[in-house]
């Protein structure tokens, strides 16, 4: 074992020396983790690189650790000078140790602006980083600047060329390269997050990170959001108590109200509206504005964002159909999973939403909670699938356009009963029914159907919270 000072920075070096070189033999290394190991047992490198995992015997780290955390205090005090390739080196290694330390960062910063380090390369350092410490904040804040100065450099303009139709070109190709790019960087970013997210539970600095990320790097597109939303069905499914999880999907749900009613407010009248519930005639006050920055960082790199392309309006389904989707997720969930309080307050702010909404809109007034009850002539229709939601065809409407169209004529009758025109069932049988939109007396059905069946204490005792919200909040 190495006492003196000269045998520890002798045997630091060449720790340093093996953690770099097992980079360069594998540079798909895609986990770092300590080795409990208190002493050493054999005369061998405690760095240890098996398929694409890395590995640290923990006996080492308590020389190596002090030493480059030494070496670049002493270096930021300019009382010792070291060369590019060195800070790389030492700062690699200490922050895949400790990445909370902030100075090496700063370090990095100044390399990276001076042209010694690459961006992909330091995004990779801070990946491989949250592997070990995926809460790490400081990790978190170096790869938003990273990506603010990746946004930079896409959106700067292009050179002055002479020959306009050559320079025409190649800035569309430019344009098309640089799209790409970020589309990479962006898939990268949210693998990131989705793998910190799940070596920590209620992990709100990756969360955080992944909201920044869509804010900035791709602002009010319909395709992203879209499919961010489906795929974090499965996760919060094997999530159910992770809050921070949920909350990023009640962001992913006000940013499609936002973004779908801005989109279609320009192109729909108040009387398509009324055809087409996903239209949205006006902004809704109660979203959230999108380039508002929880961390307080600046956008002023983020690109502009375009209006949707009617195929990206196409692929995202109309905003009641997200709102009847994401209630039955939560009874699915609620029914599976009982005695979850994350489960409950989700519905609760999905159902909080969609109120606001359809008050703001107009949209659904005589359904819900503020339909009128139905008379003896509608009794017996009220079992007809098509008349159970407001989005389905209404029965009745049905039978009053065909009573116009055959006006005149009289009803074919056998022995005394009417036999309905085949014409009629053909129309009915046109499209499935739309979506039943949550309502105030639905959701009292549900938590009553919880609490019969409710054999947890703490389920019952979230519904009756959830139905006491309902009253004092939704029901005045």
Not at 186 to 204: F, I, Q, T, W
Not at 281 to 293: E, G, L, M, T, Y
Request: contains cysteine; charged residues 25%; glycine residues 6%.
């Amino acid at each position: 074992m190495a006492e003196s000072e000269n045998e520890v920075e002798v045997l630091v070096q060449r720790v340093v020396k093996d953690i770099n070189n097992a980079f360069k033999r594998n540079p798909n290394i895609d986990e770092i983790g300590l080795i409990p190991c208190p002493e050493v047992r054999y005369n061998r490198s405690p760095i240890v690189l098996v398929e694409n995992k890395l590995g640290v015997e923990s006996w080492c780290v308590k020389y190596l650790l002090p030493y480059v955390h030494n070496k670049l205090l002493l270096y930021r005090q300019r009382k010792q000078w070291l060369d590019r390739e060195a800070l790389v080196d030492i700062t690699g290694t200490l922050l895949l140790l400790n990445p909370d330390f902030t100075t090496a960062w700063n370090v990095r910063k100044e390399l990276l602006q001076c042209g010694a380090l690459s961006p992909a390369r330091d995004l990779y350092l801070g990946k491989l980083a949250l592997t070990k410490f995926p809460k790490s904040p400081e990790t978190w804040i170096h790869r938003r600047w990273i990506l603010q100065q990746v946004l930079r450099e896409c959106s700067s303009p292009g050179l002055d060329r002479k020959e306009q139709g050559d320079g025409d070109r190649r800035d569309a190709a430019e344009k098309t390269r640089l799209s790409e790019h970020l589309h990479r960087v962006l898939h990268e970013e949210m693998k990131v997050c989705a793998d910190a997210a799940g070596r920590y539970p209620s992990n709100y600095n990756a969360w955080s990170h992944r909201i920044w990320v869509l804010q900035n790097m791709a602002p009010g597109n319909l395709k992203v959001l879209h499919d961010e939303l489906s795929s974090m069905r499965q996760w919060v499914s094997m999530h159910v108590s992770d809050h921070s999880g949920f909350h990023y999907r009640q962001f992913l749900l006000k940013a499609l109200v936002r973004e779908l009613s801005q989109s279609l407010s320009s192109s729909s009248s108040p009387q398509h509206y009324h055809l087409q519930p996903s239209s949205n005639p006006s902004h809704s006050p109660h979203i959230a504005n999108p380039h508002h920055q929880a961390n307080g960082e600046a956008t002023a790199a983020a690109p502009c964002p375009s209006p949707p392309s009617p195929e990206d309006l196409a692929s995202v389904p109309a905003l009641p159909q997200l709102f009847h989707q994401e209630v039955e997720l939560c009874t699915d969930l609620i029914k599976s999973f009982p005695g979850h309080e994350t489960l409950w307050c989700h519905r609760r702010h999905v159902f909080y939403l969609w109120h606001h909404w359809r008050r703001d809109h107009h949209y659904g007034q005589g359904f819900g909670s503020e339909s009128p009850q139905p008379n003896h002539t509608d009794a017996g229709l009220s079992s007809h699938p098509h008349t159970a939601c407001p989005g389905g065809v209404g029965l009745d409407r049905v039978q009053r356009r065909n009573g116009q169209a055959r006006e005149g004529q009289d009803a074919m009758e056998v022995d005394g009963v009417g036999v309905p025109d085949p014409r009629d069932t053909k129309r009915l049988k046109r499209g499935p029914p739309g979506p039943c939109p949550p309502a105030l007396p639905s959701e009292h059905s549900f938590v009553a159907s919880v609490l019969d069946g409710c054999r947890s204490p703490e389920q019952g005792r979230f519904a009756l919270a959830y139905r006491k919200w309902l009253d004092s909040v939704i029901g005045q």
